[in-house]
């Protein structure tokens, strides 16, 4: 199974701060890879898929980029609704599989 | 309006069986791929099985063979059985549907049901 390991885990940060995270696969995926955002008791939001395509709606704020095994996310100046809990996905290959996930926190 | 609603969930003690449906509007479910992702309390995601518009399945290996995903076209509805229920199944669990890329590939999911709870425990 593909591993995929985020970087932070966990991250303090303010509002208006450029934030970046980093999702790095056991082995290489091309570019099938999407990142998600989640709030407390809900479902899941698409943001980008295959590694940095904007998904329909998502602010540009929100952007994606890498390929093979390392990949980031990056939030160009965060706002206050995007303190929640980002996960990487891969889709290369079955079992898909999730990061361990990324909680933003405000300072 | 594209909605995803899964009902089914509840308490199971361990070894028991439980169908989960996931009712659909606004696509066809047979006309796409479909998924389930679960999430324990307090957890991440862990993805659980995948079902394409042909039909083809796939399964994370820790339910495979316990854990069969269908669907009923003219129900239009997606279905989870779970047999054999560990403790660790307990979570809650989401259908969603899956976006499919050139060559058929099955990618991430673009809508997400709000989630029903299935507690396993004696």
């Known amino acids: 199974d593909i591993q995929l390991t985020q970087s932070p885990s966990f991250l303090s940060t303010s509002v208006g701060d450029r934030v970046t995270i980093t999702c790095r696969a056991s082995?290489?995926?091309?570019?099938?890879l999407a990142w998600y955002q989640q709030n407390p008791g809900k479902a899941p939001k698409l943001l980008i898929f295959?590694?940095?395509t904007l998904q329909s709606g998502v602010p540009s704020r929100f952007s994606g980029s890498g390929s093979g095994t390392e990949f980031t996310l990056t939030i160009s100046s965060l706002r206050p609704e995007d303190f929640a809990t980002y996960y990487c996905?891969?889709?290369?290959?079955?079992?898909?599989?999730f990061g361990q996930g990324t909680r933003l926190e405000i300072k | 309006e594209v909605q995803l609603v899964e009902s089914g969930g509840g308490l199971i003690q361990p070894g028991g069986s439980l169908r989960l449906s996931c009712a659909v509007s606004?696509?066809?479910?047979?006309?796409?791929?479909m998924s389930w992702v679960r999430q324990a309390p307090g957890k991440g995601l862990d993805w659980v099985s995948v079902?394409?518009?042909?039909?083809?399945?796939y399964y994370a290996d820790s339910v495979k063979g316990r854990f069969t995903i269908s669907r009923d076209s003219s129900k239009n509805t997606l279905y989870l059985q779970m047999n054999n229920l560990r403790a660790e199944d307990t979570a809650v669990y989401y259908c969603?549907?899956?976006?499919?890329?050139?060559?058929?590939?099955?990618?991430?999911?673009?809508?997400w049901g709000q989630g029903t709870l299935v507690t396993v425990s004696s």
């Open positions: 082995q290489g995926i091309s570019s099938y």
């Open positions: 295959a590694a940095s």
């Open positions: 079902i394409y518009s042909g039909g083809s399945t």
């Open positions: 996905q891969q889709f290369n290959s079955y079992p898909q599989t």
């Open positions: 606004g696509f066809t479910v047979s006309s796409t791929s």
């Open positions: 969603a549907r899956v976006l499919t890329f050139l060559g058929g590939t099955a990618g991430p999911s673009d809508y």
